[in-house]
Each structure stands twice: as C-alpha cells, then as structure tokens.
C-alpha cells in the first residue's frame, strides 16, 4: 500500500473519529440539559407502579456525614425526565436477545405449617395489642409491602368542593385517612397510585408468571389476631374472613410446586381459619380454594400480572353468597368491558420480557344497580366521584388493572340506597379485593371499602359510626405474608383510644 493511501484512510478514520466524538458530545450535552429540566422529572413510575425518590431536605449532619449527596443522586436518577418509555424500551431490546419461555431461578423458603394450630401461652389476647407496629422485625423478613405512612391531609374546609354533591359530609363519619399516594391524569383517565402490593418472588413457566409462596407463620398469626380482635371488640357485627389463594396453588401442577417448594396452600388456609377460631370462633371463614380449583381451566388469574381476573372474584362471591343465603346474579346480567394488551407486575416489576408474547385481556364487569362511587383523593385532600369500573383500554398495558375502583384509595363508599336492602359492610383489603368490590353494590346499600395500607384510623369506630353489618377481610395470602404488613393491619384495628399509635 503507498503512502499516499494510507494517508487517505489515516484521514478519514481521523474523520470518523471526530464525527464520533461530536456526536458523542452532543449527546451527553443533551442528556444533561434534559437532566436538568425539572418541570419534565415524573414523581411516579406507572410502568413499575411506585412513587420515585423526592428531592431530599438539606441538613448540616446529612451533609457532613455524605448522605445528603448520595440521596441526591439516587434522586437524579429515579427521577430522570421519560424513565418510564425508556425502561419500556430496553424491555422490548431485551426480547431480541432470545429469552427462553420459561424462567424458574426460586424456590420457596416456607415456614413449617403447624398441625394443630392454638395460641402460645405467649400469644396476646385478641382484645390486647399482639406486635407493636413499626417495631424491628428480623432481617429474614420481606420488604414491607406498604407499610409507609404519611402526615394527615386535610380536606378542603368547604364542604361543598370536599363532598360530592348529594352526599353527607365525610368529615362528619370519618376521620381524614392518610397515606402516600399521587393522582395522574393519563390520556384523560385519572390514576391514584397508593403503596403498591409487591409482586414477590416470581416464576415463569409456558410464559406465564406463578407466585413463588412461602408461608409465614408470624405474620399469619399477627393477621389472624387482627381479624379476631376485630370480631371481639365489634361482637354485634358479622367478621368474615377471605383468603385468596395465590395463582402457583390453582393454575400449577403438582409437580411443579414440589419441584419449587411452594408451602400447601390447603394447610395453610386452614391453619389461617383454625387459628382464628381459637381466638374468637364468632368469626366466619370463607374457604374458596376448592371453589377456584373446580373452574382451574377459566380464565381465574392474569398471566403477567399477580392479581387475580374479576372471574375468580365471581366465583369467590358465589362462596360468599351461599353462606349469607342471598340469590347470585348471572354473569349474562352483567355489561362487560373488555381490554385488551394487559401487561401487569410480573412483566413491569419482575423483568420477564418474554411475558410481552403473552399479553393478559381484563374482562370487567360493571355492577348492574349503580357505578358510581365516592374515594378519598388524599393528594388533593378532597372526596371525589368516579366509577366503580371504568374503561381504560386505551391507557398504557401496564395501567389497566386501575379500571377497578381507580387503583388503591385508603378509603372508598358505594352508596345505591335505591337497592332498598338495608344492608352496610365494611371491606378491609389490599389490591386483591379491588376485583371482587364491584359485585357488592348489588347486595348492599352501603359499601365502605378500606385500603389497610393507606386508612390510619380506627376500623372499629369507623364500623360502629357507619353502622356497619358485615366486614369482609379479603387478602391475598402473598400479601398478607409480611411481619411490617400485618403490623400496619393491626394499627388501625383497635378502638380510637387504644390505638398502639395514640399511645406512643
């Protein structure tokens, strides 16, 4: 090769070079302007359903000790301008690497499922404080799935922006509930976000996500000490327990769970139901289980998501419904709304891509008397309507499972006095219970709905000022598997004066 060649591609490789470093620059120099603009930073994460890091207040001590730094950046890079649609994009660069349809990297780690279930001689009485909230928990437990709290916030002073109209003033009934929530309107659709249930350990198999469940046995204890406190200290009320099974104990094979160690969820709700007895044998446990196993073929569970389809809730209010003695509307009574390209927490949060080839379709169904409701907007301090189900099908595929009662509120009332029954309950749930809420407008003139993660009252008082009939604890077992969790439940479940956090 001559010099004069060689110098030729010297040259232009000099060229690309630079053309590089520019474009390079360029680019970094954009990324930092667009860092920089904060009106663009989100406060919430609707692709991985949480709050983003907030911008830390400023102490000398934070300072010296180098926290204050770290929290800034930690805050820079949660919160940097269109994180959701670039997260939404290298899941979808990820599904070009060509992985596998199944992902099963966990097994359980269970606690052993005692077989004759009492109290301990160490076990509280039911009427007595078990566990003091917020106290430390061994480091072996789960990340606390909501267990956050937030200061009071005030309704608006003027009754008429704070109520909707027609309705008596909540401030009168219930005390304002807090939480650490946001409101966002998307493509004209409002969704509240509220301390998200975590999705736990996930499996995939056939492309479809399963719930690796591990029994906890103090958390079960503080839950059914909970529910049968509620029972002793409201003995004139009907406290009825529901426990959803998660999606590994119905859709999986036998095989399969063994092979991931999956606790038995037959022993397990019925350790649940025997234990709460012995506390307080008043209180009436729904199995459902069996029920959901005799429809195991239908569509019962969403495939990305770890909630449960509005179907199985149905199926769960048949259950209900036969105890109460009370008639069961058809379906075909029912005006279904269907949405399609579903894509929930197994896919957003547990990073299994592949599950993208598997969209779930969220078949809701409206409640046939009334479909509106009223909820406690804690971000705008105000009470608000909205519908009880709602069309979001032209939402993102990660938003839709918030067409239920708008997502997680701390507090929610269904009033339909046109019913003519009489009839009030109490709903005491996390996320799971948002499917199977609707179908109660139909039986009740009067549904007050509870999100323990968000609600800081007493549910006593709250049942005796509304009097309420019945209370529904309904809670996924994943859920309800978490010492902090369950320590949060049973706050708010004692009467005002005696709540552990008026005491401290």
């Known amino acids: 090769?001559?010099?004069?060649?060689?110098?030729?591609?010297?040259?232009?490789?000099?060229?690309?070079?630079?053309?590089?470093?520019?474009?390079?620059?360029?680019?970094?120099?954009g990324g930092s302007v667009l860092g920089f603009l904060l009106f663009l930073r989100p406060s919430v994460s609707d692709f991985e359903k949480r709050d983003l890091e907030t911008f830390p207040e400023f102490s000398v001590t934070s300072l010296l000790s180098g926290s204050y730094t770290d929290q800034i950046s930690l805050w820079y890079a949660d919160t940097y301008p269109f994180r959701d649609d670039l997260l939404e994009n290298e899941q979808i660069i990820k599904t070009v690497y060509g992985l596998q349809r199944d992902a099963a990297e966990h097994v359980a780690e269970g606690d052993d499922i005692p077989d004759f279930p009492m109290p301990s001689k160490d076990s509280p009485d039911p009427g007595q404080e078990s566990v003091t909230p917020g106290g430390t928990d061994s480091a072996e437990d789960k990340t606390p799935d909501g267990s956050e709290t937030a200061e009071s916030a005030d309704p608006s002073k003027n009754p008429e922006e704070s109520t909707p109209s027609g309705t008596e003033s909540q401030s009168e009934t219930a005390a304002e509930p807090t939480a650490e929530t946001s409101?966002?309107?998307?493509?004209?659709?409002?969704?509240?976000?509220?301390?998200?249930?975590?999705?736990?350990?996930?499996?995939?198999?056939?492309?479809?996500?399963?719930?690796?469940?591990?029994?906890?046995?103090?958390?079960?204890?503080?839950?059914?000490?909970?529910?049968?406190?509620?029972?002793t200290l409201l003995p004139d009320v009907n406290v009825y327990n529901i426990l959803v099974p998660n999606n590994s104990a119905v859709?999986?094979?036998?095989?399969?769970?063994?092979?991931?160690?999956?606790?038995?969820?037959?022993?397990?709700?019925?350790?649940?139901?025997?234990?709460?007895?012995?506390?307080?044998?008043?209180?009436?446990?729904?199995?459902?289980?069996?029920?959901?196993?005799?429809?195991?073929?239908?569509?019962?569970?969403?495939?990305?998501?770890?909630?449960w389809t509005q179907l199985g809730a149905y199926y769960t209010l048949e259950k209900f419904?036969?105890?109460?003695?009370?008639?069961?509307?058809?379906?075909?009574?029912?005006?279904?709304?269907?949405?399609?390209?579903?894509?929930?927490?197994?896919?957003?949060?547990?990073?299994?891509?592949?599950?993208?080839?598997n969209p779930d379709t969220i078949y809701a169904y409206e409640p046939i008397t009334t479909n509106d409701f009223e909820f406690y907007d804690v971000m705008q301090a105000r009470w608000r309507q909205g519908k009880i189900v709602?069309?979001?099908s032209e939402l993102k595929p990660t938003q839709k499972y918030q067409a239920f009662i708008y997502g997680d509120n701390p507090i929610e009332y269904i009033r339909n006095p046109k019913l003519g029954t009489g009839r009030s309950v109490m709903v005491v749930k996390e996320s799971f219970g948002n499917t199977f809420i609707p179908f109660l407008a139909d039986y009740y003139d009067k549904v007050v709905v509870v999100d323990y993660r968000g609600y800081k009252e007493s549910i006593i008082d709250l049942a005796q000022t509304e009097e309420i009939d019945d209370i529904i604890f309904i809670n996924?077992?994943?859920?309800?598997?978490?010492?902090?969790?369950?320590?949060?439940?049973?706050?708010?479940?004692?009467r005002s004066e005696d709540m552990p956090s008026k005491q401290q």
């Not at 056939?206 to 839950?223: E, S």
Request: net charge negative.
């Open 321 to 357: 419904l036969e105890e109460k003695g009370w008639d069961l509307h058809p379906l075909s009574d029912y005006k279904m709304i269907t949405m399609e390209n579903f894509l929930g927490s197994y896919y957003s949060s547990s990073g299994f891509t592949q599950l993208m080839d």
């Open 390 to 392: 709602r069309d979001l």
């Open 183 to 231: 409101t966002e309107v998307v493509d004209g659709q409002e969704l509240t976000n509220m301390n998200p249930q975590e999705a736990g350990s996930v499996n995939v198999k056939d492309l479809v996500g399963y719930c690796v469940y591990g029994f906890n046995l103090k958390a079960a204890n503080i839950y059914g000490e909970n529910v049968a406190r509620t029972q």
């Open 476 to 494: 996924n077992l994943e859920a309800i598997g978490d010492v902090n969790t369950m320590n949060v439940l049973g706050a708010i479940c004692y």
């Open 251 to 307: 859709m999986l094979d036998e095989e399969t769970r063994k092979e991931w160690k999956l606790s038995d969820e037959h022993k397990v709700i019925s350790y649940f139901s025997n234990y709460i007895l012995s506390l307080n044998d008043k209180v009436t446990c729904i199995p459902i289980l069996d029920k959901l196993l005799e429809h195991r073929d239908e569509y019962l569970y969403f495939k990305t998501d770890h909630h």
């Open 1 to 29: 090769m001559n010099i004069e060649k060689q110098m030729k591609i010297n040259e232009q490789k000099g060229t690309y070079h630079l053309i590089t470093i520019m474009l390079f620059s360029i680019l970094m120099l």
